[in-house]
């Protein structure tokens, strides 16, 4: 599922979000700062404050990946930092080394729970977020995938958290029926494929895309 919010102003969970990357970066890197932004006349000052907070996710990020033990031991904080980030495309660094580190089943349930019962930005952040999340079905040929044939090592990671789905959906769904505002409502929730993966080359391309199961 997607969540598609054109409504929302820079800045909704912006300040939240900031703060929570200065808390990780304190704790995993206490000597970096924040690289010099070029020069720039035409930078307004909420441009430079989303190229700041990149830098700072970005470096996060690499921390997480290189120190999973790391990872672990702030899982609580990325977890709420996660849920804080309104970036759809972004959103993924802080996401995919807490998989490697504490589970996909961790990370689902924390962002079922926020799903479930959290602000209206917070739960839009978590369904964005659970696109991520998702394991990805491993096609070895685009006739696998027309078959239905996924890799077997990726059906297994996919059975693995398919309960959780179901919960994933109801949670959604609650959001629907508790939160009456109209632009969330028509364009906030919507229902999106799994992710898959084919082989260099099938259909013209590579890399994660959605499923037509």
């Known amino acids: 599922m997607f969540a598609v919010m054109a409504h929302w102003q820079d800045g909704d969970l912006h300040h939240a979000f900031e703060q929570l990357l200065d808390a990780l970066l304190a704790e995993l890197s206490p000597g970096w700062v924040v690289p010099a932004s070029p ?6 000052p909420g441009y430079l404050a989303y190229e700041r907070r990149n830098v700072k996710r970005m470096q996060i990020a690499s921390v997480l990946r290189a120190q999973p033990q790391l990872a672990v031991a702030v899982a609580d904080t990325v977890l709420d ?6 970036d759809v495309s972004f959103n993924r660094q802080l996401i995919e080394p807490l998989l490697d580190a504490v589970g996909r089943r961790t990370v689902q349930e924390h962002l079922i729970s926020v799903a479930s019962s959290g602000s209206l930005l917070h739960r839009v952040c978590s369904v964005r977020a659970w696109y991520w999340s998702q394991p990805v079905l491993v096609y070895n040929s685009s006739q696998a995938l027309r078959d239905g044939r996924p890799t077997a090592a990726s059906k297994a990671e996919d059975d693995e958290v398919a309960g959780l789905r179901t919960r994933y959906r109801a949670a959604c769904l609650t959001a629907f029926v508790d939160h009456d505002h109209t632009p969330t409502r028509s364009a906030g929730l919507r229902l999106h494929p799994q992710r898959l993966r084919l ?9 994660d895309c959605p499923s037509h199961r």
Do not use: L
Request: include cysteine; aromatic fraction near 0%.
């Open 39 to 44: 020069k720039d006349a035409n930078s307004t």
């Open 81 to 86: 930092a996660i849920v804080c980030d309104e």
């Open 199 to 207: 082989p260099a080359g099938a259909h013209g391309h590579s890399g």
